[in-house]
């Protein structure tokens, strides 16, 4: 250490070293003259002498890294044009690639701190009739842990909403996870204040208590560590609060708080509202535990068979549950596009320093003519390179620290699990070094290996000529556009798929008049609104409140909007062909007020839209749309017509078609999708959950908090969320489709960029190059024709080979969009041809200049340069 | 390295350390003066090449067991003198221990014969 410090003082003080050492030495020479009379001649060689001294002293590699970068420094700032085209470029690369990484890997980051979550499985069960419900009864639950062995410990949960208030500040809805009591061990987390649920918490009976998640002990109670043992109402049930979970748990999924599932929220086989998850015990794979699940299974349905036949229970993987899991595929196609960008970038380099190297060949080969070692040359280099892609690295932070920032606004209003982060972190920073060093050996080590082999004597005596230009480079050159365009072919057909996904999704259209339609949602919670007349006296309140309002026409509740989801339900036709119990056909079925059709502006095709009795008096009504009286009834009137629904394996009454309604977007996973729909009236199915919609006549921003304030006048403690206009609503899903549209446009569009200009610096070069031999073929007669496709087919080689190996890998890399796709299959043919199309016209483009600049080359002064 | 090598005073690297740590024992001393000395108490046969010796005397400042400063020779020039520290006296403790067993050791098996 004393030693480095030592070497490090002389590092600073050079010249004062070098002038002791000479000093020294003259001091010794003298004193031998002096006193012995020998003659300066005797004394060995003295600079050899000096040099093994001051190597002692230095750090020789440091000291050359430094004089690289120096040199380096040196050599960029001579080249500004250079320097900044290719830093820009980069930096580009780096910070996309960057940002990417920071939103994918944190949205990737579902684990939540739960211990080994690829062991954790979820049970479901279905039978005959309710094969579109993922869930199971409290009694199977206590029955499943019971007996299964492969297993170990058993948990269930679902999911709420809730309505907390409390003395600290405006009531709030959140998610709420009713969860057994040993969930937490099952995911093996602890809470980081105050303690787990105990199984006396989730007996009936138990004192009512809550546990919080990080994010809503932060931002409603100020991380009070106080908050422990305070009471909460949530849904107007008092709850002591037991404690806080780590940050970024959100189990199962987006949970904000979580309560004891209590056994009598659930009684009965035929209630199936919990979900079921465990962890398989040690040693067993998912296939043994499916077997273990379907032999209890079969035995169940031997001794309880009026509630069990057709039983069957499957075993998943939990992570197959998680929303963003599923479209990680989709994601990390993203992160390999935007990879792509960088390659492209490097590449594009790359080609920039080998047309360099035929003008530095000359500098090279003296420099090794005056004996610098070929390692030296290709450190001093790639020295050089790794200095562009640092400089570039830096740019880059700060375009992703400002595109993460945007992200982050753009993101907030949306909910989000708290477990994604769009923020710089560790990880980010290690990346972006990672890539900006990687980029620089990337694409410095070429022209540097190149560089190295320069052949001295040709190079100094024809001043440079064919040393780095030559054949060898050019193919290089050639080989790397060639990569360039395999990729953005790639780029172009990813973004040429998504923009057809997200137009066809812009295009369909919706079916009602979605301007100047104000919408909110509320949750009218069982312990104050016990009975279900009490919903519907509520809403009758708030909907004369409401229409009093200035500017307001009509309201109406309804269980969901146009373009969300619309539960989906079996159901039975009266006189329709026999049909096979487990297998129903299902219709979504949506619950709407009477005004509804009228807040959307949708009149009947035939019969009539509800009235304020229905639901309530008279012939049970249902209004349907066209796609569901087509499909039931084909070709015939289907007023009149009646139909039931099937629950639990119930039918239940039967329903009279009063009306038909053209179709409806109600399906939010594709927008193209018309799904057939049922439409009861309020009065006969209340719902707690439900939105208001209501047709304005001016613009219904204005209105959010005259509606607010109406709300809370009828019922104080009562949230409201998510008041927005059904357009901000519709265009919120349908940016789901489109963003991966919009980035891969953007990728695509640098990606081509880079791509036309490495194109068009390899045909600029090689016309520079070939300028005496077109100078002679014109000179023999060859027309400025002959010339442009001379220069046009050298250009087309690279895009043309680019395209063949481009467009099958292209073709196959669409099926890992396939989540994306609206309206498209993956492979579109379209879309291959047109980014196919687009490519040669950039290719066209690349290379019409250096074309124009061969046609215009005087024969007589081409022939007589050099 | 390249320094020539006399078939008569040629020193093992090690011991030439041991012989300027030795000699600075009698308090600071220039380059030239080591050499001198050296030369002298081994009646002329350890002779210490200036290639050999300045990039040994550097070595020692580097490890800390010997220290240099600027000062005026006898005869009024500037010299740089070398001086022990505490360091390379103990170093110089363990050689001279290392090499008086060597040279027993040496000694007996030549007697022997």
Known sequence: MNRFLKRLHALWRREQLDRDLQDELRFHQEMQAEEEGVSAARFGNATAIKEACRDLWAFTWLEALWQDLRNAARTLARAPGFTIVTVVAL??????????????????????????????????????????????????????????????????????????????????????????????????????????????????????????????????????????????????????????????????????????????????????????????????????????????????ETTVPESYKGLIVDVHPFLDAIGIYDSRRLLIAVVFAVGFVLLIACADVANLLLARAAARAREISIRIAIGAGRARIIRHLLVESLLLSCIAGIFGCLVAIASLRWFDFATSRS??????????????????????????????????????????????????????????????????????????????????????????????????????????????????????????SFHRRLQSKLESLPGVEVVSPASSLPSMWAQSLPYELENGPPADPSHLPTAGRLVVGADYFRVMQVSARRGRLFADSDGISGEPAVVVNQNFAAKGWPGEDPIGKRLRLVRGGAPQPWLTVVGLVPDIQQNFRNPLERDPLIYLPYAAEPQRMVFIVARTAVPPSTLAEPFRREVQSLDEGLPVFDVQSLEDHIATSRLNVSAFGILFTIFASIALGLASVGLYAVVAHSVSQRTREIGVRMAVGGSSRDIAILVLRQAMRPIVIGLAVGLPLAAGVTFALRAALVGVAPGDPVSLAASALVLLLAGVLGCAIPARRAIRIDPVAALRCD | MGSKKDARGELVQGTLDMLILKTLTRGRQHGYGIAQFIKQTSDDVLRVEEGSLYPALHRLELDGLIDSEWGQSPNNRRAKYYRLTALGRKQLAKEAGNWGRLARAIAQVMGTA
């Open chain 1, 91 to 300: 930096a580009l690369g780096i910070g996309a690639n960057t940002t990417i990484y920071t939103v994918v890997s944190s949205a990737l980051a579902f684990s939540m701190g739960v211990n080994q979550i690829e062991r954790l499985v979820f049970v479901t069960a279905t039978d005959a009739s309710r094969r579109d419900v993922d869930s199971d009864s409290y009694a199977d639950y206590l029955h499943f842990r019971g007996e299964v062995k492969s297993i170990q410990s058993l948990a269930a949960y679902r999911f709420i909403s809730v309505n907390v208030s409390d003395s600290i500040g405006l009531p709030e809805r959140y998610s709420c996870a009713q969860i057994t009591a040993n969930t937490f061990k099952v995911a093996g987390t602890k809470p980081v204040l105050g303690r787990d649920f105990t199984p006396d918490d989730d007996r009936p009976g138990a004192t009512p208590v809550l546990m919080l998640t990080y994010h809503v002990w932060q931002d409603r109670y100020g991380k009070d560590p106080a908050i422990l043992g305070k009471t909460v109402r949530v849904d107007e049930v008092p709850r002591t609060v037991i404690g806080v979970m780590p940050p970024k748990m959100q189990f199962p999924e987006d949970a904000d708080l979580w309560t004891p599932l209590l056994p009598d929220l659930a009684t009965g086989r035929d209630t199936r509202a919990v979900a079921l998850f465990g962890r398989l015990a040690n040693g067993v794979n998912l296939p043994t535990a499916r077997a273990e699940m379907d032999t209890i299974a079969h035995r169940l």
């Open chain 1, 415 to 536: 909910r989000r699990p708290s477990w994604i982060d769009f923020s710089m972190n560790l990880h980010a920073f290690v990346y972006l070094a990672a890539i900006s060093i990687g980029a620089g050996i990337l694409f410095g080590l070429a022209p540097a290996l190149r560089l190295a082999k320069v052949d001295v004597n040709s190079a100094v005596k024809d001043g440079g000529h064919g040393a780095a230009g030559g054949r060898r480079g050019q193919r290089l050159a050639s080989l790397l556009v060639v990569f360039e365009m395999v990729l953005c072919i790639v780029l172009l057909t990813g973004a040429g798929i998504t923009i057809r996904s997200s137009i066809n999704t812009y295009n369909s259209p919706i079916g009602v008049n979605t301007s100047n339609v104000l919408t909110l949602h509320i949750n009218l919670p069982e312990a104050k609104y016990p009975r279900a007349g009490d919903e519907v």
